[in-house]
């Protein structure tokens, strides 16, 4: 079995290899463009990690439906850069800010299609199970995000509710990844289905790990600009849960500094006011709770204690990111 520094190393040099067509340069340069920007690729380096736990033979066969995966991820940000107006994205300008909002919409189109044809490197006879969980994974992200922007328009929503939104924005696709792996290397049903609701549980405890890290997290590490999402008055997991256990004479408190021209002293009172009602303390508790259940189900997989070992440290590799 691969050490994940192996996997990691496979990922990384099979993106870099990655080609798209010259021409229209427009149109095909934003996807090397933002695939060169790193990040955790942690998509397929679970794919293959999955699929490692029960095949050895490494080949394009796994290699590029992983990379269908990351290449649909990116997409996912090219897109999400527009409506979030974000300016860079992993340190860099956002591909609609380095060229324009048209290019970056059909660029981000193209990288979509990108995805399924990495996709088809597949075994043929896998095709009949990968192709329909890709597809529908990828219509839930849609969702996700549709409900994503329903929330801006929203002055509060139930917690339950933003759960079941980073669940289809987030979570579905990192579970997904897990299976299709799981999938390609010939494991049981059961097995594949358990390594999905795994991934998902990591995906959550990502998403609000991801909500943390842009109020408080390095900007130099995180790749983009500190509260952004303050900003915007998006609804993360910190502002709903704030919302929730304050008082009545508090939330008026919080309206008021939300209502704050979006600048940095904007970002730096709202960051205060969760610091005072440990906002930033409970979302670690409860991505430490969401990446337990994801143990909780690790443990139940029948699977020997080496594909445990590598399953688990690939869940405190995921986890463990500067704040």
Known sequence: ???????NKIID??????RFKNKPELLYAPLKYILDLGGKRLRPRFCLTAYNLFKEKIDDTIIKPALALEIFHNFTL???????KAQLRRGMPTVYNKWNTNVAILSGDAMCIESFQYLNYAPAEKL?????????????VCEGQQFDMDFEEMDSVPMEEYIKMIGLKTAVLIACSAKIGAILGDASEEL??????????????????????????????FGKKIGGDILNNKKTWLLIKCQNIITPQ????????????AN????????????????????????????????????????????????????????????
């Open 13 to 18: 040099q099979a993106i870099e290899e990655v």
């Open 1 to 7: 079995m691969l050490q994940l520094e192996q996997i």
């Open 78 to 84: 090219i897109h999400d850069d527009i409506m979030d």
């Open 264 to 323: 940095d002293a904007k970002i730096e009172a709202v960051k205060a006011f969760f610091k005072e009602h440990e906002i930033d303390l409970l979302a670690r508790e409860t991505i430490a709770e969401y990446n337990n259940k994801a143990l909780e189900i690790l443990e139940k997989m029948r699977l020997g204690k080496e594909q445990k070992q590598q399953l688990e440290s690939y869940a405190m590799w995921l986890v463990k990111r500067n704040y």
């Open 192 to 221: 594949c289905n358990q390594l999905y609701n795994f991934g998902y549980q990591l995906g959550v405890a990502f998403q609000i790990q991801d909500d943390l890290l842009d109020s408080f997290g390095d900007e130099k590490v």
């Open 250 to 261: 508090e939330r008026k408190q919080l309206d008021t500094l939300l209502k704050m021209d």
């Open 128 to 140: 009949s199970q990968i192709n329909p969980l890709f597809s529908e994974t990828a219509l839930q």
